[in-house]
């Protein structure tokens, strides 16, 4: 599954400026970190509803974690084990 597939259908909701899938390991179900655009109001319920209308079961976040901006690069890529560092912290 490419990365683009991956993130795609959170970002086509209305309200979502950016998004990123992550697994904490191989095997486990993803999370998503969600950037909202400045006035949505987008719920992570709602997120998760609109996820489950466009991916396959085991492709849907089982949490949706909203953030302010996702770490990046300095050549724009998302830093994705910052993601899973958060993932792991929020866990404990």
Known sequence: ?????????????????????????????????VVLKASATATETELRNYARDHLAHF???????FVS???KTATGKVQKYVLRRKLAISKQ
Not at 13 to 25: A, F, P, T
């Open 1 to 33: 599954m490419s990365q683009a597939n991956a993130n795609k259908p959170a970002g086509g909701h209305d309200d979502v400026l950016e998004c990123c899938r992550v697994h904490k390991r191989c095997g486990e179900a993803p999370n998503a970190f």
């Open 59 to 65: 492709k849907c976040p089982q949490r949706i974690q």
């Open 69 to 71: 901006e996702l770490p």
